[in-house]
């Protein structure tokens, strides 16, 4: 057969009715259209920060991010506020560490110190603080040992203590991140009973046992010194537990409740989101940036491209706000010129 014989005129060919690509032939057609959309505001910094003076500790495992004295956190924390970020959520590190903890409800401890100084300079910035036991117990565990296994129960109040010393710095949320069983309760009727009902809870609720948090312990100091924490943080592989999880804080009097890692569980942040309609926090763990971190100074990874699709993504699936080791970074992205894929 010839050649000619295949042509087919374009008369006989039917032509689409409909033609999607009409609106993506510009970037002003796509902006008008986006269904999604991704603000400075929505994004919270996380910050590890511990005493001294003029202390900037880079993580070697995550490119960028670095322990900070107070005085050098509050630069990191006018850059964000600068560029528009939501907020901040401080981690600790403490000087010493003990069995139970004490340092995570030190009045004088760096997390504390750094929520009044972040009040008092950037009164705009909303200032969450991570409420866990792992950066200060000196086994790395997130409650309180018996033997070789954390004793819920008697974790609780340690718990509760330490979200009311952040309360009394000022702290505008507090993040119970341990996953033991009640903290939610504990916590509020903690906060309500020393006169902080007006303090918020965003609660991990479904915090999953991930590989991802590598680079994090290495920057919070928190690897567990025996066994691991599977046996409190929720099994990768289930969904409709999170959905129970997070039914529970709920009840016990949570204001937002927060999936962790993002990338990996987007579909537990839409069935969260759908399920109870309240503010979902995702957190795009160091893992996640190490990864990206790593692929970019390789090449292999347009690296602002990535940054942004990636947070696109998780605002994609329901989350409300994301915390993310890129707030800055990608605020200013935002501000300059708005993101779309461009």
Not at 78 to 105: M, R, T, Y
Not at 200 to 212: P, R, T
């Amino acid at each position: 057969m010839a050649a000619t014989d295949l042509l087919v005129s374009a008369a006989q060919v039917p032509l689409p009715t409909s033609r999607p690509r009409r609106l993506r032939r510009t970037a002003p057609l796509r902006r008008l259209v986006r269904e999604t959309h991704l603000e400075p505001g929505q994004l919270v910094l996380p910050l590890f920060v511990r005493s001294g003076v003029e202390l900037r500790v880079p993580v070697g495992s995550m490119p960028g991010v670095a322990q900070t004295s107070v005085d050098e956190m509050l630069r990191d924390a006018s850059a964000a506020a600068e560029a528009g970020v939501g907020g901040v959520i401080l981690f600790g590190i403490p000087d010493e560490k003990d069995d139970v903890g004490s340092g995570a409800w030190d009045e004088h401890g760096s997390v504390q110190q750094g929520v009044r100084a972040l009040k008092r300079e950037f009164p705009e910035l909303v200032v969450i603080t991570d409420v866990c036991m792992c950066e200060y117990t000196s086994h790395g565990h997130c409650g309180v040992l018996v033997g070789d296994t954390v004793d819920n129960d008697a974790t609780l109040p340690l718990l509760a203590r330490a979200a009311v010393s952040h309360a009394a710095a000022g702290a505008d949320i507090v993040a119970p991140s341990d996953m033991m069983d009640g903290r939610v309760g504990a916590i509020r009727a903690a906060l309500d009973g020393a006169g902080y009902g007006d303090t918020a809870i965003l609660s991990y609720a479904a915090k999953y046992a991930s590989a991802f948090y590598g680079p994090f312990r290495e920057a919070a100091e928190s690897t567990p010194q025996v066994g691991d924490r599977r046996g409190y943080q929720m099994d990768p592989a289930n969904s409709d537990e999170a959905l129970r999880e997070v039914a529970l804080d709920l009840d016990e009097g949570a204001d937002a409740i927060m999936v962790k890692p993002a990338g990996p569980y987007l579909d537990i942040v839409r069935r969260v989101k759908d399920a109870t309609g309240y503010p979902v926090a995702a957190y795009q763990v160091s893992g996640e940036y190490a990864m990206m971190r790593a692929a970019v100074e390789r090449g292999w990874l347009d690296g602002e491209r990535a940054m942004m699709e990636s947070l696109i993504g998780i605002r994609r699936a329901g989350a409300d706000c994301i915390l993310t080791y890129f707030a800055t970074t990608a605020a200013q992205v935002l501000r300059r010129r708005g993101w779309g894929g461009e």
